[in-house]
Each structure stands twice: as structure tokens, then as C-alpha cells.
């Protein structure tokens, strides 16, 4: 068992859930978060004068897949968010095991 964590652009998050619809998950959560990558912010400034670091809007989505099925569910996901542009997010997939909530 895996789980992807996929950060993408918030007006991308619900073409992805709509690509995933039918995917093989285990299971999904969505969330709101805010960061930034190498784009940082659109207004920074650099130079002599001070930059402030702006959060950008973004949608966390985070999957369990069985691992003969992580490759399927990362290019579904690759197929609709990629703008091509900087800020598209990110997708990490990591090892999960189970454990049965008593």
C-alpha cells in the first residue's frame, strides 16, 4: 500500500477528483493548504528592497492505492493538473501500512 500526496492548484483539485472518480483507491482526503515552491510568490521583489514571502492557495489531496495500481493513479493525476507552468504542484508517494481502527 502507498500513499500519494498530491498538491495542486485549487481550480484544478475537482478535475483531478473527477479523473479519479473511478480510479482503484483505498481511500481520499481532501484539504485546503498554503505554501509556496520555487515560484515563491508573484510579487516578490529581489534586490536592495525587502520580499515577503506570499503563501499561495493550493489543494492537498491525499490517496491510498495498492501498489500495483500507484503508476495508474499518478498519471491520471499528471494527465489533468499539468498546466505546463511553474506552480503545478507536486505529487509524493510514500510507503503506508494498514492498521484496523477497534
Known amino acids: 500500500m502507498k500513499e500519494v500526496i498530491a ?3 485549487p481550480f ?3 478535475r483531478v477528483l473527477e479523473a479519479l472518480k ?4 483505498e481511500a481520499c482526503t481532501v484539504r ?3 505554501g509556496f515552491g520555487r515560484q515563491k510568490s508573484y510579487l516578490d521583489q529581489y534586490g536592495e528592497s525587502d520580499y515577503a514571502l506570499a503563501f499561495l492557495p493550493k489543494v ?24 505546463g507552468r511553474m506552480g503545478d504542484g507536486k ?4 510507503p503506508a501500512t494498514e492498521r484496523a481502527m477497534m
Not at 492537498?60 to 498546466?83: G, K, S
Not at 505529487?91 to 510514500?94: D, E, T
Open 60 to 83: 492537498e489531496i491525499q490517496l491510498w492505492v495498492d501498489d500495483a495500481r500507484v503508476d495508474e493513479v499518478i498519471d491520471r493525476i499528471v494527465e489533468v493538473a499539468r498546466t
Open 91 to 94: 505529487i509524493f508517494v510514500l
Open 12 to 14: 484544478l483539485a475537482e
Open 32 to 34: 485546503e493548504v498554503k
Open 7 to 9: 498538491i495542486v492548484k
Open 22 to 25: 473511478f480510479a482503484p483507491l
